[in-house]
Structures are given as C-alpha cells and as structure tokens.
C-alpha cells in the first residue's frame, strides 16, 4: 500500500557561485510493508531528497503526496512531528538527557502527559532490544549501536508509520550496522511501515525490496532485491 508519492519533484539552490540542481524531475512510490533503498555516491542528491520527503524542505516543482494529500496543503508541523520520522548517521541524542528523556521529549512535545509518555517510551526501547538499564545512561555512555537504537525508538515513539534514515549505520562498525539494518527490515516487514534508507552502502541494498539509484540528481529504479 502506496503511503507516500512522488511526482516529478525538482530542487535546487544558490550557492556563492552558481545555480546547484540537487533533485531533478523524481517520480517514486514508497509502500508500506517495504524497504526502499536509495543508492549513490556523496553529493548525488539523496540527502535533499531525503529532506524533502521528511518535509524539512518543499520542491521548488512537482508534488509529493502523503496518503494522497499534497505537501503544500498539509500542516507540515504536524506531518514532522506524527507522520513522518528521520533517522540521522549521527544520531541527534541530546547529550544531557538520558536515553528514556531522549524518547520521552517529542511525546510530551506532542501534549502527551509524563507517566504515558514514559510507558510509550519503555515500550519503543525495549522494541528495539534496550534494558531498562539502558534507559538510565546519557547517550556518551551508550555504544554507537546503542545509541542508534534510541533514535530508532524515538522514531517509533511518534507513532510514525514513514521511516527515512539517512546513512543509519554510516557511524557504526559493521556489526552493528548490520544490527541496525536488521531492525529496520524486521519493523517494515513485521510492523507494515515504510522505510528508506539513503545509503552509499551497496550491502544495504542486498536487503532492501526495491533499490532506486540516484546520480546527479536523477532517480532510477535499479531493481526489486528479494528478501534475504
């Protein structure tokens, strides 16, 4: 089930020196119940797009559809906040919050009292394979892996069903980047949310259920990677 469309978005933006045209003419589908790889190499485009699609930034053309309604005629505070969740290579904790603060905080953002807030948050780390003990440490005390699964949870706290990460496992030693992409896949697959997953990784891509390419700011559809 489509839950967010792409119709030939375009971006672009001034630097000191010239015109850059970051996403050219993209069309894509993301479903639910499904990985969706964006593969390319640094300076491609796949960060803006991600942005876009995380509607931290609108197309200067095109359309992207969440569920069939414009992003220019949403409230996009609340499609940041409920809709759509960004997973960052570098994580985002707030250093003076412990690990069960970081996933309380866009709870009680969104008016959700304390005590349930808290209980929503108990239930997201331990989701992500978290202890209790885990909840209590600042995110300096948590390993890199760690520490990712916090975001992950925060994400998953909101109640969003549109996971973009953004080089989830850039920052990570390859066991646990390939703990993260293993939570991933299982949350699209076991839990029917769409996830993409902006990478330069090709091993990524060997798990993803559809594999786009991006190359100077065009976006193609390498393929459907059955599922390992």
Sequence with gaps: MEILKLIDVSYSYQNQYQTVEAVKNVSMEVELGKVHAIIGK????????????????????GDILYEGESIHKINLEEYRRDKASVIYQTFNLFPLMTALENVIFPLELKGIKHGEAKAIAMKHIESVGLSQEHCKRFPHMLSGGERQRVAIARALATGSRLLLADEPTGSLDVTNGELVVKLLTDLAHKDNLAVVIVTHDLSIAQKADVVFQMQDGRLSVSGTVNKI
């Design 42 to 61: 640094s300076g491609s485009g796949k960060s803006t797009l991600l942005s876009l699609m995380a509607g931290l930034t609108l197309p200067k053309s």
